[in-house]
């Protein structure tokens, strides 16, 4: 089995081995240029624990929301009944 280095000089004499030479390279070139823009807007996204600090405050919120619904409707059920039991009461 011939070593690879050994296959260049044949790629380069043949024109079909330019044109792989040359896709190889713009290919390259291409997944260079994502990966540079990729991490150009990395740079611009918040940290992973900044994420995950930020869904917690949603998720906190979110259970703080329904737990004051709650106990705005348990206030109203039992002040309604203090009412009638005053009313009772009183006569």
Request: hydrophobic letters at 40%; charged letters at 25%; a positive charge.
């Given at each position: 089995?011939?070593?690879?280095?050994?296959?260049?000089?044949?790629?380069?004499?043949?024109?079909?081995?330019?044109?792989?030479?040359?896709?190889?390279?713009?290919?390259?070139?291409?997944?260079?240029k994502?990966?540079?823009?990729?991490?150009?807007?990395?740079?611009?996204?918040?940290?992973?624990?900044?994420?995950?600090?930020?869904?917690?405050?949603?998720t906190?919120?979110?259970?703080?929301?329904?737990?004051?619904?709650?106990?705005?409707?348990?206030?109203?059920?039992?002040?309604?009944?203090?009412?009638?039991?005053?009313?009772?009461?009183?006569?």
């Amino acid at each position: 089995m011939a070593h690879p280095l050994l296959a260049v000089p044949v790629v380069t004499t043949n024109p079909l081995g330019w044109a792989i030479l040359g896709s190889a390279g713009y290919l390259a070139y291409k997944a260079g240029k994502k990966a540079g823009k990729a991490a150009e807007e990395g740079v611009d996204q918040p940290s992973l624990a900044d994420r995950a600090v930020k869904g917690v405050m949603k998720t906190a919120y979110k259970a703080k929301t329904k737990i004051d619904d709650s106990l705005s409707n348990t206030r109203e059920k039992y002040s309604e009944m203090w009412h009638e039991a005053r009313t009772e009461v009183a006569e």
